[in-house]
Structure formats: C-alpha cells, structure tokens
C-alpha cells in the first residue's frame, strides 16, 4: 500500500508539471457524414484571449502556419480539395515585425477537410501549428488524430465517434495515465536502473545550486509605474496656466458660496470626484473598442502610427511654446458651461467638465503621452484605465485638499509668468519624445535616417535650446520680462545642462545607461560595427564541448527565428556593457531554435514521452523537447545557465528587458560555478 501511495503521488506530479506547460491552444475534433463513404473532418481550436494562431497559408520567413498532414499511405482515403479555414474573429495585414503579410485568428480557428472513404479504414492525421501574443510565442507544436471511417451509415447522422490520440501538451489519456502508473509502481518495487529511466530526465541537470534568477512579474511593475507616471503628469498639470489659477477660485467659490462649511466641502470633494471620474470615463471607450494585443503592438512598432504621433507631438510643442492654441471646439465648451448652471450635483459635475475642457490646450499633450505609453504595453486597457484615473486623482487632490485645510491656500503662489514657463520647458520635453516616435518608425522602415548619432545630435539641440530659455537667453510670444533667475529655473537649467552635455557624450558610442532603451541600438549607427556576442548555434555538444574546455558556465538560449522577444534581448539586452562583459567574458553561449526546420538524421528520430507520442523529427523538434522535459517551459526566449558537467547553475529566466536584472542573473551563475568548483 505504501508503494502505492508514493507511485500515486509521483503520477500526480508528472500531471502537475504537465500542467505548468503553456499551450493556449485546445483542439476537439468533430466527423460529419455528408454521404455515403463521404465524411468532414472538423478541427476547432478554442484560442485563450490576447493569443492567436496562424492561417495555412504564410509566405516567406514568419511564425509557422497551421498544417494538416494526412497519411499519405493509406490508399483507401481520398482527400477532396485543401483543408478550409475560418473563424468569428480573422486580422490579416503587413506586419511589421515579420515585414510580411500574416493572416491569423484569435478567439477560435476551424479548419475543415472534406474526403471520401473507398473502404472502411482509420485514417491518421497530424497537425502543426504556432501560438503567439504580443510578446511570446509557443511553437511549433504538433497533435495527431486518428478517425474511423466507414462505408455504411446514415448519410444525415452526425457523429463524434473519432478516435483521437493527442499530443497536446495539457492532455494525458487514460491509457497513458495508466501506464504511467503501472510504470510508477513497477519502478518503486523494483529499485533498479528502471527508476534511472524514470526520472533521468527530470535529474539530468538537477537542481539549481543556488535560488537566484527567475522572473519577476513584470506586468505588475508596468501597472505600477503607469500609475505612477499618471499621477505625475497630473500634477506637471497642476502647474500649467490652464488649470492652476482655477485651483484657488474653486475652492473658494465651493466654500464661501454655501450656507456652512460642511456643505460647501462636500461639494468641494464631489467636484475633486467628478475630476476623477471624468478622466476615468476618457478611457472606458478604449474598453469597449477591440484592441488586440497586436494592435497595441503596432501602436509602439508601426511606421504609420509613429510618425502620426511624432507630427501630432511637433504640434503640441509648438502650441505649449505660443504660436497658436489647440483647443476644443468652443460650442462644446459653452454646452458645459451652460450645464454647469444647473443645481445640485449635476450642475457641480458639469463644472467640472467644463475644467476639463477649458484646460485641454495644456493638459492634452501630457494625455496623449500617457496614452500612447498605456496602450504600447502588453496590458493596454488596464493601464490606461490605471493611468488616466490616477491622472485625474492627482488633478483632482488640490481642489479636495484646500477643501479640507483652507488656511494652506495661502502657501499657494501667486499666478504670473512662471506659469507659461513651465509650458515652454513642457515644449521641449514634447519635442524630445516626437524626435523618439520618429525614430521608431525609422528603425521599422529602415529608412536610415535617424542613425544613433543624428539621433542623439538631435536631443542634444533641444538639451541645448532648453538650457538656453531657462537660462534667459531665449524667448517665445508669451514670455514675461525675466529680472532674475530663481533657484527653481537654476535647478531646472542645471538639469537640461546634464541632459545636453550626456546626450554629447553618447554621440562618439559611448553607453548611456540612463536612457537605456530610448536611443536607436548601437548597431544602428554611422560607424559600422561588428557583434561583440556571437552564439554558437544549434549545437548543444559542440558547445558543451567548448565550455568543458575553457572551463566556464554554458548559458542555453532557447529562441527562435520568429520570435520577437529574443531579438529584442539580442538588440537591446546583451550590449549592454555589463551584460556585455559577462556573455562574452565568463560564458559560452549556445543559441537552441526551436522552430528550426532542418530534418533530423534518422538514427535521431523518436518518439516524445513528454510530447506524448509526438514524432521529433526535425531539429527545432529536438530543442523544444529539450527544453520542455527538462525545464518544464515552452517558450522563447527563455535562458538556462548550466555548468560544464550540465549542472543547473541559477533558476531559468525568460524575456527580461532590464539589462541589471539580467546582469544579476548572469553574476548569479558564475558565482554558483564558482561555489562549486571549490
């Protein structure tokens, strides 16, 4: 009985860790009898949300389309034209990423095959396919089916009598579960090399030596720090001509208007909640709307868009320097403030919009920023609901604030000419992002046109005429006489010098780590560059091999060749000085494609235990296996540290686009490779 329990309990753990495996694709199968000895064969795959999966049909180097092989040797099937495709929810376009046309389906796919059966017979079929969001893709992966299809039969009967035989990742059927177990309490009576094979492949690398590495929940800190960013640009609000004369007149009206001073804070917070709610109800339009995944994608990567918002940016800085208003249409303004007459509460709540509207031409740019910053993460929505109601929190706190503690009003500055500086520092400042915008759009297009150097030579001109307005040297149409430059506009200059005198440091090459990720890649660049890293690639052995020799850690860099994400790390993670110090100092590196299409040598072809019967036959098969059964994980890029005797170093990491959480990891395995040689 003992036995038993603990060859129970293990099975429950191979179903556990069957269980960790992504695959955000499930497949039923249906068959319909259309006539006699003449059959649909029907697939429906159920996409989880933000995935999608790919038509049949896909030209040039992309992801991997969907495909239906059928046995080809079995004589007494005839396949009647090509498999069709469809589903409730299809986008097809150029894509940027790939710069092909891509044909893909979210939600649900269904794929139909039409046949006649000259006997009664099984027919085996396999299928492949690739799932993607927008910053990871799982593939390929295959599943086989087999049907029985006979002659006889009611033409109009609908049946589901299928044998399916699944080589889906979340899917064990019973009679393997049941091997599974007899196999289990076999090896636990047995206490032989039966037990080696059992779980060798889960002890081959063993345990990591040291609890470092591992991923960190990125989305929570993007939620965070849109939030965060929302707040601020809130109170960047606060300080603009628009809106901060308004702070003390409204609390003022709320509090002297009314027959006590409880009334007249109520309403002074009803009127901070309606800020709060206007801004919330800005972004639930963006909710309603269907905007996938890619589309946010595109927003961040597309040249159209991107150079949509660089003009859109250009305009807005010119309108913060004086040279004309942005403002909303008048009529919609006056509509709000005649509402605003109305008593009670909805007379409060249309004040307030009206606020919203009046202050349009200064809070609109920092809206736009925050929502173009929103929609590029992989969690649009969310965000942008997070980041404009903490706009609005921010925009609202002072009216409620002084409400509450009318005495602190009196520390408020007075209104002058301060007021439109602020707008002309946020000038540049919307300049310097429509310079980012437009080079997005240059590195998708590969126009060429904003090399590194032009681009920083860029910033350096708008670091400079910053500094030289602050200073008082230059001026726009709305500038106050300076007589003397305060400690604030000191500070303020000092920091566009840094920002100027940096930005011509990174000029020549040199790195700069504060505005990581912002400056097109070093590649990218006048001066024509060689890759400092060159991984080995698609050869584990030989890179085992040379690791053993020179004595140093191996890192495993599971990717492949359609996978955004990795050539993300290998663009903007890996030059980094540091993590470039360590790649290519301390370890060897060996890059595993898992979509590699290159045929096995047939002596390497076998069947998967923990695909579940699936062929391996090509060498992306091999990989994906690999990491599958001895990391538990199926998608790229995902990054492995082992030693040379194929000792697991650190925990595995995935897609990590902070180059010192990287850093970290790496140190990580050198330092458990160190331990472990003494």
């Known amino acids: 009985?003992?036995?038993?329990?603990?060859?129970?309990?293990?099975?429950?753990?191979?179903?556990?860790?069957?269980?960790?495996?992504?695959?955000?694709?499930?497949?039923?199968?249906?068959?319909?009898?259309?006539?006699?000895?003449?059959?649909?064969?029907?697939?429906?795959?159920?996409?989880?949300?933000?995935?999608?999966?790919?038509?049949?049909?896909?030209?040039?180097?992309?992801?991997?389309?969907?495909?239906?092989?059928?046995?080809?040797?079995?004589?007494?099937?005839?396949?009647?034209?090509?498999?069709?495709?469809?589903?409730?929810?299809?986008?097809?376009?150029?894509?940027?990423?790939?710069?092909?046309?891509?044909?893909?389906?979210?939600?649900?796919?269904?794929?139909?095959?039409?046949?006649k059966v000259l006997k009664n017979t099984k027919l085996k079929v396999a299928m492949e396919y690739m799932s993607c969001d927008d910053s990871r893709c799982v593939g390929p992966l295959s599943e086989d089916f087999e049907f029985d299809l006979t002659l006889s039969g009611d033409p109009q009967k609908k049946t589901d009598t299928a044998k399916i035989k699944s080589q889906g990742l979340n899917n064990i059927d019973q009679q393997k579960f049941d091997s599974a177990v007899q196999a289990a309490i076999q090896t636990e009576i047995n206490k032989d090399s039966s037990q080696q094979a059992v779980v060798s492949s889960e002890n081959r690398f063993g345990k990591p030596l040291q609890d470092c590495g591992g991923n960190?929940?990125?989305?929570?800190?993007?939620?965070?720090?849109?939030?965060?960013?929302?707040?601020?640009?809130?109170?960047?609000?606060?300080?603009?001509?628009?809106?901060?004369?308004?702070?003390?007149?409204?609390?003022?009206?709320?509090?002297?208007?009314?027959?006590?001073?409880?009334?007249?804070?109520?309403?002074?917070?009803?009127?901070?909640?309606?800020?709060?709610?206007?801004?919330?109800?800005?972004?639930?339009?963006?909710?309603?709307?269907?905007?996938?995944?890619?589309?946010?994608?595109?927003?961040?990567?597309?040249?159209?868009?991107n150079v949509f918002f660089f003009l859109i940016f250009v305009i807005f800085a010119f309108s913060f320097f004086g040279y004309y208003e942005i403002e909303l249409p008048s009529f919609i303004a006056n509509k709000a403030d005649s509402a605003s007459n109305v008593g009670g509460m909805v007379g409060i709540f249309f004040m307030a919009l009206t606020l919203a509207i009046v202050s349009f031409s200064c809070t609109g740019p920092i809206i736009g920023s925050l929502l173009v910053g929103a929609l590029s993460s992989s969690s649009g929505k969310l965000n942008l609901v997070a980041g404009m109601t903490s706009f609005g929190f921010a925009l609202?706190?002072?009216?409620?604030?002084?409400?509450?503690?009318?005495?602190?009003?009196?520390?408020?500055?007075?209104?002058?000419?301060?007021?439109?500086?602020?707008?002309?520092?946020?000038?540049?400042?919307?300049?310097?992002?429509?310079?980012?915008?437009?080079?997005?759009?240059?590195?998708v297009a590969h126009w060429g046109i904003l090399k590194r150097e032009v681009f920083l030579g860029l910033w350096f001109l708008c670091g400079a005429g910053l500094f030289v307005y602050l200073i008082g040297k230059l001026k726009f149409p709305h500038d106050s006489p300076l007589q003397k430059l305060s400690s604030l506009r000191i500070s303020a200059a000092a920091l566009a010098l840094f920002f100027t005198v940096y930005t011509a440091y990174g000029i020549p090459g040199n790195d700069l780590h504060f505005f990581s990720g912002f400056p097109p890649p070093k590649f990218y660049s006048l001066l024509k560059t060689e890759s400092a890293i060159e991984p080995i690639k698609n050869d584990y052995e030989g890179a085992l091999a040379q690791a053993k020799a020179e004595n140093k850690p191996l890192m495993i860099d599971f990717t492949g060749w359609a996978c955004v994400n990795c050539r993300k790390m290998e663009e903007n993670v890996w030059p980094?000085?540091?993590?470039?110090?360590?790649?290519?100092?301390?370890?060897?590196?060996?890059?595993?494609?898992?979509?590699?299409?290159?045929?096995?040598?047939?002596?390497?072809?076998?069947?998967?235990?923990?695909?579940?019967?699936?062929?391996?036959?090509?060498?992306?098969?091999?990989?994906?296996?690999?990491?599958?059964?001895?990391?538990?994980?199926?998608?790229?890029?995902?990054?492995?540290?082992?030693?040379?005797?194929?000792?697991?170093l650190a925990n595995p990491r995935g897609y990590t686009p902070d180059a010192k959480e990287y850093t970290a990891f790496l140190d990580c395995g050198v330092n458990a490779l160190d331990a472990l040689k003494k």
């Open 216 to 305: 960190t929940e990125t989305e929570d800190k993007s939620l965070f720090a849109i939030i965060i960013l929302g707040f601020i640009g809130g109170l960047v609000a606060l300080v603009t001509p628009c809106v901060f004369p308004m702070i003390p007149l409204t609390v003022s009206f709320f509090t002297k208007r009314s027959e006590s001073k409880t009334k007249g804070k109520f309403e002074a917070f009803f009127y901070a909640f309606s800020i709060v709610f206007i801004y919330f109800l800005l972004a639930v339009p963006f909710l309603i709307f269907d905007i996938s995944p890619d589309t946010l994608n595109e927003i961040s990567t597309g040249a159209p868009l």
């Open 1 to 115: 009985m003992k036995k038993f329990f603990i060859s129970f309990f293990a099975i429950v753990l191979i179903q556990f860790s069957f269980g960790q495996m992504l695959n955000p694709v499930k497949w039923t199968t249906k068959i319909e009898q259309t006539g006699k000895g003449e059959y649909k064969l029907i697939f429906s795959a159920k996409v989880e949300k933000n995935w999608h999966i790919y038509t049949q049909t896909i030209v040039g180097d992309g992801p991997i389309p969907t495909s239906l092989t059928f046995d080809k040797t079995n004589k007494d099937v005839q396949l009647i034209g090509k498999p069709t495709e469809n589903g409730t929810k299809i986008h097809s376009g150029h894509d940027p990423v790939f710069d092909i046309d891509l044909k893909y389906f979210e939600n649900d796919m269904v794929l139909e095959q039409k046949l």
């Open 396 to 443: 609202a706190l002072p009216f409620g604030l002084f409400a509450l503690f009318p005495n602190m009003m009196k520390s408020l500055p007075k209104s002058g000419g301060w007021l439109n500086s602020v707008k002309v520092v946020l000038g540049f400042v919307e300049l310097i992002f429509a310079i980012k915008f437009l080079s997005n759009a240059d590195l």
């Open 576 to 648: 980094d000085v540091e993590v470039l110090k360590r790649l290519s100092e301390k370890y060897v590196i060996v890059s595993l494609y898992v979509d590699d299409k290159k045929e096995l040598p047939e002596s390497e072809k076998h069947i998967s235990e923990i695909f579940q019967g699936k062929k391996i036959k090509t060498l992306g098969n091999k990989f994906s296996e690999m990491q599958a059964k001895y990391f538990g994980a199926n998608t790229q890029p995902y990054y492995v540290l082992i030693s040379p005797n194929e000792q697991l």
